[in-house]
């Protein structure tokens, strides 16, 4: 059986953890800064806190931004359900718009639900392919939705208009403009899951990139004690000789990374720009090829003038399909011994956002994106004559089906 994304540990990876365990310091310390100071290299931001989740870290910046009941935050339907759960754990109510045919957030359907109630927008870098950030950052900034806001608190107040905050759970090391994932957002929350890119088991970060007035150091600060518990001085700092004293100054939260996870982030993030992105592209690259001249097959945009995926996810669509014959396709190929996926069930369809009102039929481009996709097996260690099989057996799958 090709499985769908295996993690890949390897001795460098079991090493750095050892050292962590024998190190005597196994919750967030050294080597969780370090990850830190290395994600803000790569990414080029001027701060980043590591966190347990990037379902955390998005929750935990709503809050930061006083995102509460009354509030709305606009979010696309086609995600992981993480995105709009977050908006609910606060109280807020998760406004969601359709889809582009490239799978992210279209912009015109975001103008017409922008009101003063709107706190946050949370576009997705689905696949790993950036939104068309330019023309966000251009719409979030206009004088029209500046006006409308109506800033709470004090960081509200500072940015004067809604939060763009980027669910980049799929996009570490994507391109826009040249420039790293994480510097197009306000904010950016990048996933360290297990099937993600670059893992930690679990795992997540906050990238910051925000505007003038905002000190990063203190945002770093201020963050960093709400993800533990709100106390005023963490483990490690607590270890210097008398300074066991601490304060709580606000009843926190419980998210912060370990040591021993930095550890594997540590070791990955060294070879992802030089290996695991350059791995992945290749296998982006063989399957464009395999489909490119078949009838049926809808392929990915994953590179433009403008902007290059982290190639995370490989969405194929089947075109003129239903989501019967889409289901038996997968079916099918599963048959061959190939895993296989689909990104993602829109949140209209899940029970939860169903239950609280959304309806699948007012997103028709992401229902018909999601009735058509099949997420085909990519990682670093997918061999050229694994491609090969995925490819004979999606092809088989789909003319057993539809011809
Ligand atoms: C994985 C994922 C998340 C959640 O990441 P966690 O680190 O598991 O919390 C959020 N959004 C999207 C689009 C994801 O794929």
């Known amino acids: 059986m090709i ?4 993690p890949k540990i390897y001795q460098e990876i079991i090493d750095e953890v050892v050292d962590t365990l024998k190190s005597g310091w196994i919750t967030t ?9 290395d994600l803000s290299a790569y990414c080029a931001v001027p701060k980043t806190l590591c966190v347990n989740s990037a379902t955390f870290g998005m929750e935990m910046i709503l809050r930061w931004f006083d995102v509460k009941e009354g509030d709305e935050v606009i979010l696309p ?3 992981y359900c993480s995105t709009a759960n977050v908006v609910v754990h606060c109280g807020a109510k998760p406004v969601m718009v359709d889809c582009l045919d490239d799978f992210s957030i279209n912009l015109e359907e975001v103008k017409k639900k922008v009101n003063s109630r709107t706190k946050a927008i949370i576009p997705v870098d689905i696949g790993g392919y950036p939104c068309d950030y330019d023309a966000i950052k251009k ?3 206009s004088k029209e939705v500046k006006d409308l806001f109506k800033p709470e608190g004090e960081n509200q107040t500072k940015l004067g208009r809604p939060l763009l905050m980027t669910d980049a759970a799929h996009s570490l090391g994507a391109l826009y403009n040249g420039l790293k994932s994480g510097t197009q957002a306000d904010v950016s929350v990048f996933s360290f899951h297990a099937v993600k890119n670059l893992t930690t ?12 007035p905002f000190e990063h150091d203190s945002i770093y600060q201020s963050l960093n004690i709400k993800s533990l518990h709100g106390q005023s001085k963490d483990a490690l ?7 066991w ?8 939260y419980k998210g912060n990374m370990t040591d021993i996870l930095a550890s594997l ?9 030089s290996e695991t992105i350059p791995r992945r592209k290749e296998i982006f690259d063989q399957y464009t090829k395999a489909f490119e001249n078949e009838a049926w097959a809808q392929l990915p945009t994953y590179k433009k003038e403008d902007r290059e995926s982290s190639y995370h996810l490989y969405l194929l669509r089947i075109k003129g399909i239903t989501e019967a014959q889409r289901d038996q396709i997968i079916q099918e190929i599963f048959d061959q011994e190939v895993s296989v996926n689909v990104h993602y069930r829109p949140l209209p369809l899940l029970t939860q956002y169903k239950n609280m009102g959304y309806k699948m039929e007012n997103y028709p481009v992401a229902f018909n994106n999601y009735s058509r996709e099949i997420t085909l097996p990519v990682y670093y260690d997918l061999t050229d004559d694994q491609v090969e099989t995925v490819c004979m057996a999606v092809k088989n799958a789909v003319k057993k089906i539809i011809e």
């Open 3 to 6: 499985p769908f994304s295996p």
């Open 29 to 37: 310390g050294p080597k969780t800064k370090q990850l830190e100071k």
């Open 77 to 79: 339907a086609y995600t």
């Open 139 to 141: 719409f979030i900034k």
């Open 201 to 212: 088991g679990e795992g997540g970060a906050i990238a910051m990139n925000f505007p003038e």
């Open 237 to 243: 700092a607590k270890t210097g000789k008398g300074a």
């Open 245 to 252: 004293k601490y304060d709580v100054v606000e009843a926190g």
């Open 265 to 273: 982030g540590l070791v990955e993030l060294k070879r992802y720009d």
